[in-house]
């Protein structure tokens, strides 16, 4: 786990919602899938043809019918890959707010910009200590992540505290649930 430390003077910019190897696969299936069946609509130029014209078009030109139904079929693999990467990074929401410990209830949560805490279940082996006399974020071999006050980034997404394995100290029906991609903002 690496941590950015960027100027906060400098003009903020969203992250990217994909991340590392992900990133790559969406981005080749995304290009790779919509080129393809680019190629199969060029090649079959039927448009609103009425069907007997249509078909009259397809045995005149069989080479050509051929090359797009296999950039078609070629293509499906990509789209529905594009699905999957969607669905099987799952967690790729970012949160963003202030490092802040729940008076109510001494957790470590993140503070919105709108005010309201956010229950957060990090990952399996982080935890909260004091060091030097302040509250801060240990990482699962123990590194500082942050502490009390920083404004942070994390990579995640919202789920049921159940499904979390943790309590909502906050009572929220969700938890953000940490990827272990967190930087200071």
């Not at 669905?87 to 309201?116: E, I, K, P, W, Y």
């Amino acid at each position: 786990m690496t941590i950015i430390v960027e100027d906060t003077s400098a003009a903020r910019r969203q992250a990217p919602v994909f991340t590392g190897r992900v990133r790559w696969a969406a981005a080749a299936l995304v290009t790779v899938g919509a080129a393809l069946q680019a190629a199969e609509f060029l090649l079959e130029p039927g448009g609103n043809a009425e069907t007997t014209k249509r078909i009259a078009w397809w045995l005149a030109h069989p080479d050509r019918i051929a090359w797009s139904k296999g950039a078609g079929m070629l293509a499906v693999p990509f789209l529905l890959g594009q699905f999957a990467v969607m669905f099987v990074s799952g967690m790729d929401a970012q949160l963003q707010g202030t490092l802040a410990v729940d008076a109510a209830t001494n957790c470590l949560v993140v503070a919105h910009a709108t005010g309201r805490l956010v229950d957060v279940a990090w990952p399996s082996g982080w935890s909260v200590a004091i060091r030097d006399g302040s509250v801060v974020l240990l990482n699962a071999v123990g590194e500082t992540m942050g502490g009390v006050g920083d404004a942070v980034a994390v990579g995640g997404g919202f789920i049921p505290p159940d499904k979390a394995n943790c309590v909502a100290c906050t009572k929220s029906s969700m938890v953000f649930a940490a990827s272990g991609e967190m930087r200071l903002l």
